[in-house]
């Protein structure tokens, strides 16, 4: 008889909602996680909550709300005192919501009934995981089931080994303790820019280095225009066509080499962070001759249910690759619970939006106008400012704008995308439309309070039928 129904490996976005999907469907759960805190303790909610997608949005609050007080306060008639910004204290602050949010994943564990092990787990074999930790001897669990959800780990660029004093990645990153004078980035995607975006609003000196020739290239070209226009405006030095080809000690830093079409270049700065991507966390997580295979960039292999090839184990979130985004993850481990308990389970993957919480922030979900000319498919697309807004002239945030596009033959809604405020909630709208295969008229024609943000997402629809009203419809 098998100890569990269901062992999870890895407790991140993926791991987590899944063992508690799994509990709520009445399989007798069991969760394992090697991550720990400073103090030793077991941090539950893996690099999400740890050193990703939470704390890295705390930082950007709070460097936003410092920007916010030392350049526009005037234009609301408040003033203050010199302001100044406590770098310790604002990471008191980070590290409090990070435990909060870890305290509350296991919170969620016991009054689920979910057995959480810390520890390293690894496949054995079918229905076979061990358990090692220093605290704790060896064990052997076994399960009807077993998902791996152990997530993914920053990529490391060779010869520029990361010591998290110099070199760092984009955890060392949102842990420092003052703000530096120069920062050199390399990479320009999600982590990059917005981590970028923290120190320079808190005052460093910040020159990104791209190996492409153009910024977020998955993204609409209409909205990359705009980012590269909104960031350079805000003092980010984005430079594109850079391939960074040695980095070298410097009296205070570094010295990082790099070459364009034009010419070979340097730059020197106090600190430099690896932003390159990521890659899935495969160490130790199953035997090998298990029966595991690896794919493409080092990926799990599975089919399109995350089913592996084993009997009973299952794979999600980043370590089987596709988008690397902890709503995806989550979402795969509901459907997979519901595969185990049910045989019953689906992903719209044609649905997941993306977002960089930038300022503007940078929200998109479904076919960009590039992809749909590619696969020759008629459309029509329907553009918003945020300047055409009244709530978004009465909070100030008038960068930007929504684009609604739309299939010319049956007005069902195909993409959306959007550089401006809160573009990380409205995208959301666009996101249940596709979801119900709403047209492009039904949101045209869905209420929508005002004065609301809400309303450029509204208007953008309207315009794609010629009929905006706050717009020249062209």
Known sequence: MSDFDV?????????????IRCAQLGLQTACIDH??????KPSP?????????????????????????RLYSRDHGISAAPVSIDVAKMQVRKEQIVSDLTSGISALFKSNQITFISGHGCLIESGKVRVSS??????????????????????????????NKVIFDSSGALAFSAVPKTLGIIGAGVIG??????????????????????????ADRMIAREAKKQFTRQGLDIRLGCQVTAVAPAKEGCTVHYRT??????????????????????????????GIELGERGV????????????????????????????????????????????????DYSAVPWVIYTHPEIAWVGATEDELKSEGIEYKVGIFPFAASGRAKAVGATDGFAKIIACGETDQILGA??????????????????????????????????????????????ASQGRAIHKVNR
């Open 7 to 19: 062992i999870v490996i890895g407790a991140g976005p993926g791991g987590y909602v899944a063992a």
């Open 35 to 40: 991550w720990v805190d400073d103090k030793g």
């Open 45 to 69: 909610g893996g690099t999400c909550l740890n050193v990703g997608c939470i704390p890295s949005k705390a930082l950007l609050d709070s460097s936003e709300r410092y920007e916010e007080v």
């Open 134 to 163: 220093d605290a704790e001897p060896e064990q052997i669990l076994s399960a009807t089931d077993v998902i791996l959800a152990s997530g993914s780990q920053p990529l490391q660029l060779p010869g520029m080994p990361v010591d």
């Open 193 to 218: 820019l917005e981590l970028g975006s923290v120190w320079r609003r808190l005052g460093a000196e910040v020159v990104i280095l791209e190996a492409m020739d153009s910024l977020l290239s998955s």
């Open 261 to 290: 079409t034009e010419q070979d270049q340097s730059i020197d700065v106090e600190r430099l962070i690896v932003a390159v991507g990521r890659r899935p966390y495969t160490e130790g997580l199953f035997e090998p001759g298990c």
């Open 300 to 347: 799990v292999s599975v089919d399109a249910n995350c089913a592996t090839g084993v009997r009973g184990v299952w794979a999600i979130g980043d370590v089987v690759g596709g988008a690397m985004l902890a709503h995806k993850a989550s979402e795969e481990g509901v459907a997979v619970a519901e595969r185990i308990a049910s045989g019953g389970g689906h992903v």
């Open 417 to 462: 995308h959007m550089i401006g405020a809160q573009a990380s909630e409205l995208i959301n709208e666009a996101v249940l439309a596709m979801s119900m295969e709403a047209s492009a008229e039904d949101l045209a024609r869905t209420v929508h309070a005002h004065p609301t943000l809400a309303e450029v997402v509204h208007e953008a629809a309207l």
